[in-house]
């Protein structure tokens, strides 16, 4: 999300907008700091990185190396995560946190799997990058033909470890990203994440999937945007149990949307009461949460469907496009499969999105015939062709 920014460049935004937000995040701003707006520390002396080097019998990474080129070490993480440290306290976790080694690693309490890659296996080759008691590890056994080590975080509250990032600078740009989602709303990264969203949205539209890798990321961001588009996308590439996943946006501005309406929310109903595949918690949890006019909806869609066994797509906001839908569901109830794809494959240049968070017609997938026949291969050719643009 961030390829824009040099290593400079991100430490300078990062460490303006920390002190900005200084109480917040828990930063004791020095006189200096606040004249010159730099947070960071010193570069790392050559001769501390030559010995963290031989201590630990390992080159360091290009771009931890980079990013101790310009401090060494960093004050701000996420959450609980404490610092970065300097580079001279870089070291293996049994050595550098005895008590979280001991805790993940000794027989009792919980048994990791036999052939578990998480817990002891993790700790005992990972270097603690961080100083908080949540733990940001540098896991040297996961590395990329570019020679990177991967990173993962460690907290209290869910132990295991978390999204694995392919890098120290892919590390360190996560921790930025929920700085700036829960911490500083005011970041002018909000508006360039917005852009990047809207630049892949349009991408999608065309049937250019490049984008699709931007709105995932954009979630972590804060993108609210990109709350509603994700899950989509999820669904299109056929992702377990993705349909469910728009009820975190039942207490949304977004909930009323009229994409949500039309074509999200019975995309949740049909998902949660799938008799093969029940998620009754999902459908109760929406209603839970939702404001009145929503959760009605959501209630009566639930009826219709446990009546009808279903529900059916209406795509009357999109004429042409709802005209050619009719033609291909007598297809598919003809059990003329390849002939209904066809039809909405030829049509779809004729749909129109409801709203910017509407990212394909999907009622294609949750409809009563229709969705019986969008196979997993079907569902990611729709994904790659051009529609909502012609």
Known sequence: MLEHLGWRELLWRWGGEAIAHADSVG?????????????????????????????????LPQSYRAFLEITDGWPVLSFDFGRVRPVAELNWVAAADPGLYEVVCAD????WPPDSDDGPPLMNRSLLLSSGTDSFLYDTGRFGADGEWATTCWTGWNPGA?????????????????????EAPDSVTHAEVAAQVESAYQRALRGDRSGEGVISGARDFGSARADALEPQLQVLTSQYR???RVVTLARSEQAADPAMLADLWPMLVVAAMDPRDRQQWALDQAIRNAAGPVA??????????????GLVADFGYA????AAMDSARELARAGRDTEAFEAILSALPSWRPLSPLHMAPMGLTWDRDLGQIMTRGRREQLL???RGCG
């Open 384 to 386: 790659a062709t051009a």
């Open 242 to 244: 993705a349909a469910t």
């Open 296 to 309: 009605e909806l959501l209630g009566s869609l639930a009826s219709q469907c446990q009546r009808d066994g």
């Open 27 to 59: 930063l004791e701003v020095t006189p200096e700091m606040r004249a010159s707006g730099w947070i960071g520390a010193p570069p790392a002396p050559a001769a501390d990185i030559a010995a963290a080097q031989a201590r630990l019998e390992r080159s």
């Open 162 to 182: 978390g999204d694995q990032q392919p890098s120290f600078r892919a590390g360190l740009e996560l921790h930025y990203a929920s700085f700036v989602r829960f």
């Open 108 to 111: 009792q309490g919980y048994e």
């Open 319 to 322: 004429p042409a496009f709802a």
